[in-house]
């Protein structure tokens, strides 16, 4: 009995003077703010071949009015014909915290297969609510390709 009110005592000392944050990680640092993907790989892709990819997003503070526009040498990129000139999230143009949501967009490769190619996707957003600030972010993606018939390898 004794030791239990011991080992409690030192616990709440512990945790009085903060030092438990040493061992356990807070919030803040296991999720950082602002959008990000959460991977930086895109789906692997034929060469010369139009195909749809994807890109999963997460985020540590909610996020507004999203686009994202991507380019990339030898890959002509398409959008959704909703929006044209740009891709937003699945579900709507926000994302919020704990959430994961995706953007999908279209890569016809050229050039020889069996290469990546880089890929910088630029997310264009709002910080929601009455004095919403404008962000801009890109990050860069890369794309495999892989050769359209099996047997040009």
């Known amino acids: 009995m004794m030791k239990r009110r011991i080992v409690a005592t030192g616990v709440a000392a512990l945790a009085a003077t903060g030092l438990t944050a040493m061992a356990t990680p807070t919030a803040a640092v296991?999720?950082?703010?602002?959008?990000r993907p959460v991977?930086?790989?895109v789906d692997a892709v034929p060469a010369g071949q139009t195909s749809w990819v994807s890109v999963n997003?997460?985020?540590?503070?909610?996020?507004?009015?999203?686009k994202v526009t991507v380019e990339?040498?030898?890959?002509?990129?398409?959008?959704?014909?909703?929006?044209?000139?740009?891709?937003?999230?699945?579900?709507?143009?926000?994302?919020?915290?704990?959430?994961?949501?995706?953007?999908?967009?279209?890569?016809?490769?050229e050039g020889p297969a069996d290469r990546y190619r880089q890929l910088h996707a630029t997310l264009?957003?709002?910080?929601?609510?009455?004095?919403?600030?404008?962000?801009?972010?890109?990050?860069?993606?890369?794309?495999?390709?892989?050769?359209?018939?099996p047997a040009e390898k």
């Open 72 to 109: 990339g040498g030898d890959v002509r990129i398409g959008y959704p014909e909703n929006t044209g000139t740009y891709t937003s999230f699945w579900q709507s143009d926000r994302l919020r915290p704990k959430r994961l949501d995706y953007t999908a967009f279209t890569v016809h490769p």
């Open 39 to 41: 991977t930086t790989w």
């Open 124 to 149: 264009r957003y709002t910080t929601c609510g009455r004095h919403a600030v404008e962000k801009a972010q890109t990050y860069r993606l890369t794309l495999v390709v892989l050769p359209a018939d």
């Open 57 to 66: 997003w997460t985020t540590g503070r909610k996020i507004c009015d999203a």
């Open 30 to 35: 296991a999720s950082r703010p602002g959008p």
